[in-house]
């Protein structure tokens, strides 16, 4: 390979601009969406190491976006040198970010579900529909372990606990990748790392925190998606971490990830993360200098194009970068299209006997293709909050449906979900509504609508209308939350000119306020003082400090960003059709000035009070009610003694002692009774969700490794203690059912962290 080809290896090209800069030089697709024949053959020349989302970015149609696809693969194949095909990736964080894709809960919803194996199905759907129009590269999960909610993108995580973070994440890995490379789509596990700790809970703003915490809590999920379940790409963090920007920090991308986690996959820059080495962290002259830190830091691929990378040429020619250096880099891109079978698929001899690894698009694309378990997801990941009696809904009322997010499709939908970005644009895929699915259920004669204030804007002109609403209802539901960051179309602009209707959630949506935002909660305020009960639904990425709801209304649910079948979803939980099964990934505050909340926190951070705060949230992490009750028995353990590099099994038996089926989430908690040095009050050790008839029982065993209590010693080593510990089962981390004490004995324990424990093994015996 020539110096221009290797290097062509390591960049990519995209559908369409994607800064707005005038000098934006790179696009495969002109303005009517087909091949630009005078541009890409010279954009391709040497050949390019990934095509940006073709059909997302290029607003292509399923069909349209395999030709295309097809078509770029041929010209690279037949119409260069080497003939080397493209690695083409894709969004698709709740779903494929493309025209007519299916669009499930965002993160913070399946995270709620505590369900890894619905997630892993979820991402096996993910991938027929990638595999249809050709994509072989996913720049999804997201890993971040949120803990700030003032964070927008905390909507996208799977919450605040590093465990619980790391199953979601590896089952959405494992079901993106398939059994085998070349019949999957590569997972990309993100933001590499502590991306969701910035100074302010700002977006990309800089990372405080020591190695300790850097490792056991940020970079656990990580190690856990790339050892347990083979993630095949990571995407470095924008930040700098005390002062060492992710994109240059070759410790964290090479030391860490490829010396000690034995990482043999491909690196991805984080959007325009190279150039930022210039722009924003000032580490860089220009951009050949940025491209030269990010390259000799780890960085394989230049996303989304070619405007720093391409400098490499010159540099390696000037001498400021070794060859060997991008050839190495270059060899994980082409070993990753190898795996792939990109070079059998589009090989020029290639014949209907090499056939495309997934369904065709007529088979994996349609207006209801995935919805049933798009609804599953949905209808798992509501969480009931609080209810006095209220809930579940008879059936029988009259229903006011009321507030912002009840009747607008994009409200139901995260900030990476297509329909939301482009809501003006025609698809086969409909976003059901709260109000469509409770109009649907219980006829339009007894609902009774009235969107009564918008989700940020300051005017109260809707009040008397949803008032009165409810007045003539026998329950009213509202709907409220906050707005994710999705593009604003000009008629949007102009009914809002005045009170404009901004993003409070999602990608570079960060808050200073963890109330609702505008004037939702006058709106709840008003219509509590009617003489009709009243059910609170946050349709809303993120938790909110709901304080003054909690005390005053009767029934409270969070259904996060639910997707297209999230109003079904939310209908068959507040009509009974299904129990509510969801569990919090986050504690909720009750004030931003609260923060932080997180349970875990180490014993003087989570025993000292505010002056006029305590250290409690309103809901702890774990908690969720059911329309059923579930009864504890003891804790029972295999032996009260352990060895360092030993394992206990601790059993509980849970029974369904209501009167209708439903899901309990079995929650497993290690505390350290007088560790060496400060530590968490408690951590969770595993989980087990199970579903239980009424009189049902189950027994479920958790495999307690030793090595599960590890942690990092000062001299940095991991290290196993001996020493008390507690286990605790429960129903959330303030809701502890049954405990038991273990005692690890024998000499302290070095860990080698290729021998590092990730979980408990569960069991579940009925």
């Known amino acids: 390979m020539t110096l221009e080809e290797t290097v062509a290896q390591l960049t990519s090209v995209p559908a369409s601009p994607l800064t707005g800069e005038a000098d934006d030089p790179d696009e495969l697709l002109d303005d009517e969406g087909t091949i630009d024949r005078e541009a890409a053959p010279d954009l391709l020349e040497h050949g390019v190491g990934h095509f940006t989302r073709l059909g ?5 149609e399923p069909e349209r976006a395999l030709e295309v696809t097809e078509e770029l693969q041929e010209l690279l194949v037949e119409e260069t040198r080497l003939g080397i095909p493209a690695v083409p990736h894709e969004e698709c964080l709740s779903g494929y970010m493309g025209p007519d894709g299916t669009t499930y809960p965002q993160g913070m919803g399946l995270a ?25 590269h996913a720049l999804s999960p997201v890993l971040d372990v949120a803990r700030d909610p003032r964070w927008g993108r905390t909507e996208e995580s799977f919450g605040e606990d590093p465990l619980l973070v790391a199953e979601m994440a590896s089952a959405y890995v494992r079901g993106l990748q398939a059994d085998e490379p070349a019949e999957g789509v590569s997972a990309t596990v993100k933001h590499f790392a502590g991306h969701a700790v910035g100074e302010g809970g700002k977006n990309r703003s800089s990372v405080q925190i020591g190695e300790r915490e850097l490792r056991e809590v940020h970079l656990f999920p990580f190690e856990a998606a790339i050892r347990e379940a083979g993630a095949e790409s990571v995407m470095n963090a924008y930040h700098d971490v005390d002062g060492i920007p992710c994109a240059a920090d070759e410790s964290l991308l090479t030391g860490i990830l490829r010396g000690e986690w034995d990482f043999d996959g491909t690196v991805v820059s984080d959007y325009f993360s190279v150039r930022f080495l210039q722009e924003e962290h000032g580490v860089a002259r220009d951009r050949k200098e940025a491209a030269i830190r990010a390259v000799e830091a780890g960085i394989d691929v230049e996303l989304p194009q070619r405007e720093c990378y391409q400098l490499l040429v010159e540099a390696v020619e000037d001498g400021d970068l070794a060859r060997e250096t991008v050839e190495t880099a270059a060899r994980r891109v082409l070993r990753q299209k190898v795996e792939k079978g990109l070079f059998e698929e589009y090989h020029p001899d290639a014949s209907e006997s090499v056939p495309s690894p997934g369904p065709s698009v007529e088979e994996a694309f349609g207006p209801d293709a995935d919805r049933d378990y798009a609804r599953d997801l949905a209808r798992e990941s509501v969480t009931l909050l609080k209810n006095d009696d209220l809930l579940p809904l008879s059936g029988d009322e009259s229903v006011a449906v009321v507030g912002p997010k009840a009747d607008t499709a994009e409200g139901q939908l995260g900030d990476y979900a297509y329909a939301a970005h482009y809501p003006e644009k025609e698809s086969n895929r409909r976003v059901v509504t709260p109000r469509d699915a409770l109009e649907e259920r219980l006829g339009e004669d007894r609902v009774a609508f009235a969107e009564g204030c918008t989700t940020t804007g300051p ?13 003539d209802s026998d329950v009213a539901v509202v709907f409220v939350g906050a707005r994710s960051a999705i593009s604003l ?11 404009p209707d901004v993003p409070t959630s999602g990608e570079g949506a960060d808050v200073t306020d963890l109330g609702l935002p505008g004037v939702q909660q006058e709106l709840v305020e008003e219509l509590h003082a009617t003489d009709t009960p009243v059910a609170v639904v946050q349709v809303s990425g993120k938790p909110h400090a709901v304080e003054w709801i909690d005390e005053h209304v009767p029934a409270v649910l969070h259904a996060w960003l639910p997707g297209e079948e999230g109003g079904h979803g939310v209908a068959d939980v507040l009509l009974g059709d299904h129990s509510p099964s969801g569990r919090l990934p986050v504690s909720v505050a009750k004030s931003v000035g609260q923060l932080p909340v997180y349970y875990s926190r180490k014993p003087n951070s989570r025993e000292e009070d505010h002056v006029y705060a305590d250290s409690d949230p309103l809901y702890p992490f774990g908690h969720g009610l059911s329309y059923t009750d579930f009864e504890y028995g003891d804790v029972e353990l295999s032996d009260d003694e352990v060895g360092t590099a030993g394992t206990v099994t601790a059993s509980v038996t849970v029974e369904n002692a209501g009167d209708v089926a439903g899901h309990e989430v079995v929650q497993l908690y290690g505390h350290h009774r007088y560790p060496r040095q400060a530590r968490p009050v408690q951590e969770l050790l595993g989980f087990e969700r199970v579903h239980l008839e009424p009189g049902e029982s189950a027994t479920v065993e958790f495999t307690v490794a030793a090595g599960q209590f590890a942690y990092h010693d000062a001299d940095m080593d991991l290290v196993v203690e001996p020493g008390e510990y507690e286990l605790r089962v429960g129903r ?20 080698a962290r290729s021998g590092r424990v990730y979980g ?3 069991d579940v015996e009925r």
Do not use: K, Y
């Open 732 to 751: 959330s981390a303030a809701d502890v059912e049954a405990t038991a004490d273990v005692e690890v004995v024998g000499d302290r324990r070095e860990v």
């Open 56 to 60: 997302g970015g290029g607003g292509l």
């Open 489 to 499: 179309t000009d008629e949007d602009e102009a009914d809002h000119e005045d009170q």
């Open 760 to 762: 408990s093994e569960t």
């Open 459 to 471: 005017s109260t002109d809707g009040f008397d209308e949803a008032v009165a609403a409810a007045e």
């Open 112 to 136: 709620s579900t505590w369900n890894p194996d619905l997630v892993e199905g979820m991402t096996s759907r993910i991938r027929d529909q990638l595999l249809a129009i050709g994509c072989r």
